[in-house]
């Protein structure tokens, strides 16, 4: 007797084409021949919710009320557990995770355990991502146990990564494939043995061409996280536990 196949809710819109990017992943990841051999997936697709990475840097509204209420409607709906494609709001996991009586998978662990089966060798992994995740040590955090040192660009090159991210969220462009794997082999100059792409819009202008050509193995947490998705879907993976309840002030008008 087959598994049952779980509802997989995706806590999106941050940004549109990077949450279609994440969708793709997982149509292509389940293995299918007709439309009933595909996944159910709740989507809710909400580019509202304010900037992550501005509020992280002091100078934006806090977006745990958006999230925390997106999260909500999608355990109400009818997923059996969550995902969140994108990397800076994994800074407010702790809100998010502890609102909803569901299981939510965390990007940057499940990209540290892929890493580590891919190259468990590297000790220094270089990060692309919004200054904001940088800031709140996400992948330090979850690269710690494997005990691995995340690397992060000087100044310069997180400004120009941030102004990348930013050009990508306005539409993908040729001249952003260029820029990123500019800043892949600033990062491996620093001694980076690997690179992670932190932020869902990277793997947007990325191809595997490009790839191909970068000087260290690049690393994908969106796919990290898609192939996690799917091998719970399809209830080939162990169950995550839960991660709360957690009291937040923030949430509170929510109630």
Same mark, same amino acid.
Not at 138 to 149: C, D, I, K, Q, S
Not at 165 to 194: D, F, S, T, Y
Not at 236 to 251: D, K, N, Y
């Given at each position: 007797?087959?598994?049952?196949r779980?509802?997989?809710?995706?806590?999106?819109?941050?940004?549109?084409?990077?949450?279609?990017?994440?969708?793709?992943?997982?149509?292509?990841?389940? *293995?299918? #021949?007709? $439309? %009933?051999?595909?996944?159910?997936? &709740? @989507?809710?697709?909400?580019? /509202?919710? +304010?900037?992550?990475?501005?509020?992280?840097?002091?100078?934006?509204?806090?977006?745990?009320?958006?999230?925390?209420?997106?999260?909500r409607?999608?355990?109400?709906?009818g997923?059996?557990?969550?995902?969140?494609?994108?990397?800076?709001?994994?800074?407010?996991?702790?809100?998010?995770?502890?609102?909803?009586?569901?299981?939510?998978?965390?990007?940057?662990?499940?990209?540290?355990?892929?890493?580590?089966?891919?190259?468990p060798?590297?000790?220094?992994?270089g990060?692309?991502?919004?200054?904001?995740?940088?800031?709140?040590?996400?992948?330090?955090?979850?690269?710690?146990?494997?005990?691995?040192?995340?690397?992060? *660009?000087? #100044?310069? $090159? %997180?400004?120009?990564?941030?102004? &990348? @991210?930013?050009?990508?969220? /306005?539409? +993908?462009?040729?001249?952003?494939?260029?820029?990123?794997?500019?800043?892949?082999?600033?990062?491996?100059?620093?001694?980076?043995e690997?690179?992670?792409?932190?932020c869902?819009?990277l793997?947007?202008?990325?191809?595997?061409?490009?790839?191909?050509?970068?000087?260290?193995?690049?690393?994908?947490?969106?796919?990290?996280?898609?192939?996690?998705?799917?091998?719970?879907?399809?209830g080939?993976?162990?169950?995550?536990?839960?991660?709360?309840?957690?009291?937040?002030?923030?949430a509170e008008?929510?109630?």
């Amino acid at each position: 007797m087959s598994a049952p196949r779980r509802t997989i809710g995706v806590l999106g819109g941050m940004g549109p084409w990077a949450t279609l990017d994440f969708f793709g992943r997982l149509l292509r990841l389940t *293995p299918a #021949a007709r $439309d %009933q051999d595909h996944l159910r997936i &709740l @989507i809710d697709n909400n580019p /509202a919710v +304010p900037d992550r990475s501005a509020f992280l840097l002091g100078h934006g509204e806090d977006p745990t009320p958006w999230l925390v209420a997106g999260a909500r409607g999608l355990a109400a709906a009818g997923a059996d557990f969550l995902t969140i494609p994108c990397n800076t709001a994994h800074a407010f996991y702790p809100a998010i995770a502890g609102s909803v009586p569901i299981p939510v998978l965390h990007m940057m662990e499940e990209a540290a355990a892929a890493a580590a089966r891919a190259h468990p060798q590297a000790r220094r992994i270089g990060l692309l991502a919004t200054a904001g995740t940088v800031r709140a040590g996400l992948y330090a955090r979850a690269f710690a146990p494997y005990g691995v040192e995340i690397v992060v *660009p000087d #100044a310069p $090159d %997180q400004a120009a990564t941030d102004a &990348l @991210i930013a050009a990508i969220k /306005a539409g +993908p462009r040729p001249e952003h494939r260029r820029q990123a794997a500019a800043l892949v082999q600033a990062l491996a100059a620093q001694g980076a043995e690997a690179v992670v792409l932190g932020c869902t819009e990277l793997p947007l202008v990325l191809a595997a061409d490009v790839l191909a050509r970068a000087p260290v193995p690049v690393l994908d947490a969106t796919e990290a996280l898609a192939r996690r998705a799917v091998a719970l879907a399809l209830g080939e993976a162990e169950w995550p536990p839960l991660r709360g309840p957690i009291p937040l002030a923030s949430a509170e008008a929510l109630e």
